[in-house]
């Protein structure tokens, strides 16, 4: 990373392998929104997330960042929440009150009781404070997926119906926490045979460009 | 707990120490909105979170769950975030859609990058499949706290301003979150120095009634 950070803007500020800047890229590319790429690399010379001026910018040291006009943000879900207010079509979240509800439900459950207990510094904490080995870091990653998964296939058995994403006939916020967490938990051979409309949810997911186009593999930082 | 649920509603299923129970008490008491309590015992013969037939209302297995009439709700801050658009006064969020996503912020950086992490289910885990010991627990709970402490109380300096809450004049959906967090770090001794924005909005958030009752220790089944 040099010492100075774009200027134009919108922004975002990302890793090709974070599961949270992988939701907002999808977000973005829901809305149609154009916006420059800056990668921070997580891992390189311990991670340029805790090094000036990213740091500045986002005092967390994580990623991603969204930086428009004055607006610097953090947070994938409060970046979302955002484009979702600021450019309404198509919508992320339903209309109705209780659905909108259900849709922020299955979003927290991954966002909050899976992704930050298996993001890198975590698993890097396991590590080395705790001396954990790769077997131990593979069982901890699995357990916490596996811990969650039942409420989310029951969920979104009951949610989808019939429909092709996780709230029905149109993409939410729910589907867009569930690909990246599904993506993170084929990279880890985590057996995914008991949730079938998960699965099948992914599925379709990945058959939208702005799924496709936001997948890690497919960004130009991807190594 | 009995195998019969309450019929009427609202209820909320909460545990008094539970930090997610406890924001949405705040929640709650802030609207103004009549409740039923109903409490499941986290660590009583093995925690009745798992146990028929909470499991039911909750696949998670985790508290809170808020049921309204047909909606039964899961993760608190999909609760308090359904509880604010059903309920609209007083707003839990500010107008502007960049101060709101600024509460946001503030708000997934607890419940996301801190409270799971430190919550009963994983410290469990790191005793029992780690072999992790009282201190280890106890300096992992302080890590967690004290890697995302400095960019909240540099947030709140920003977006306080000289209001007395987070996002300045009004409670928003991260003092809900504050307030929690810091009755977790007081309760495990974390060193607050550091932090003085956030020790003088939590001072002044707990002088406010709605957040007085929601305390776990007026709670009728704190132990």
């Known amino acids: 990373m040099t010492t100075h950070l774009p200027t134009s803007n919108p922004t975002l500020y990302g890793y090709w392998r974070s599961s949270a800047a992988y939701r907002v890229r999808i977000a973005l590319n829901m809305k149609g929104l154009e916006y420059e790429n800056y990668f921070v690399h997580l891992s390189r010379d ?3 997330q805790g090094k000036s001026p990213y740091v500045d910018l986002n005092p967390q040291m994580l990623v991603p960042t969204y930086v428009e006009e004055e607006l610097v943000l953090s947070q994938s879900l409060a970046i979302i929440e955002y484009l979702d207010e600021r450019y309404p079509h198509p919508p992320l979240l339903p209309q109705d009150p209780a659905r909108r509800a259900r849709a922020r439900q299955a979003a927290f459950a991954i966002a909050c009781d899976i992704h930050p207990l ?4 975590v698993l890097n904490y396991l590590a080395g404070e705790l001396g954990v080995g790769d077997g131990g870091k593979r069982s901890w990653y699995h357990h916490w997926i596996l ?14 119906g019939s429909g092709p994403y996780f709230l029905g006939d149109a993409v ?3 589907d867009i926490c569930l690909a990246p967490q599904m993506y993170n938990a084929r990279r880890f051979d985590v057996p995914l045979d ?3 409309r998960l699965v099948e949810i992914d599925a379709a997911l990945n058959e939208l460009t ?3 186009n936001a997948l890690p593999d497919n960004q130009p930082d991807a190594q």
């Open 46 to 48: 311990g991670g340029e």
């Open 118 to 121: 298996n993001n890198l510094r």
């Open 147 to 160: 811990q969650n998964f039942p409420a989310l296939e029951r969920w979104a058995q009951v949610d989808a």
């Open 172 to 174: 939410t916020l729910a």
């Open 194 to 196: 008991d949730f079938p």
């Open 210 to 212: 702005a799924f496709r």
